[in-house]
């Protein structure tokens, strides 16, 4: 069997991720803390923080543990933000819970997983990023919920669907 080349070639009623994850995005005003990714999947680009659920772990709970790993600080004010479905045609999948926080505890620090980096909301630097950020996190800046789907061939986009749930 040849590998996805559109969503509609991944059978999402069956589909299940190979990892579930997190990330957050800390929003404090008009300013977002990101990371660059020092290691792992996305090394080397911009991103919220957050990683792999351990066994038995919520995805919240993830969320607020994988912020004070990567970063020294906790996570304030968590909302649910939205879900993202990623398919690789490398049949690599990963599930990621999305959650917006309005502030965090503590000044970030560099960790051996990331360097933080405060960005206004209107300079996002979207170009280091993966490239289906542009199409959701305004969302989560916006407090839009939504589920999206997206395939890709390594870094590069083949198929992607967002579907925006509303406030």
């Not at 560099?110 to 980096?117: G, I, R, Y």
Request: aromatic share 10%.
């Amino acid at each position: 069997m040849s590998p996805p080349a559109r969503l509609e070639d991944v059978d999402w009623s069956a589909w299940t991720p190979a990892d579930p994850a997190t990330l957050v995005f800390v929003v404090r005003g008009e300013q977002v803390l990101l990371i660059r990714k020092k290691r792992g999947l996305g090394a080397g680009k911009i991103n919220g923080p957050g990683g792999r659920l351990e066994k038995g772990e919520t995805p919240l709970a993830c969320a607020v543990r994988e912020v004070q790993e990567e970063l020294g600080v906790t996570p304030l004010g968590l909302e649910y933000a939205g879900e993202n479905s990623f398919q690789f045609v490398d049949g690599y999948s990963i599930h990621v819970h999305v959650y917006r926080a309005a502030d965090c505890d503590g000044t970030p620090v560099e960790t051996d997983e990331a360097v933080p980096h405060w960005f206004h909301v209107e300079q996002i630097p979207y170009d280091e990023m993966w490239t289906d950020d542009i199409l959701w996190v305004p969302l989560v800046l916006r407090r839009e919920k939504f589920l999206g789907r997206f395939l890709f061939d390594g870094d590069r986009m083949l198929d992607q669907r967002v579907e925006v749930l509303g406030p």
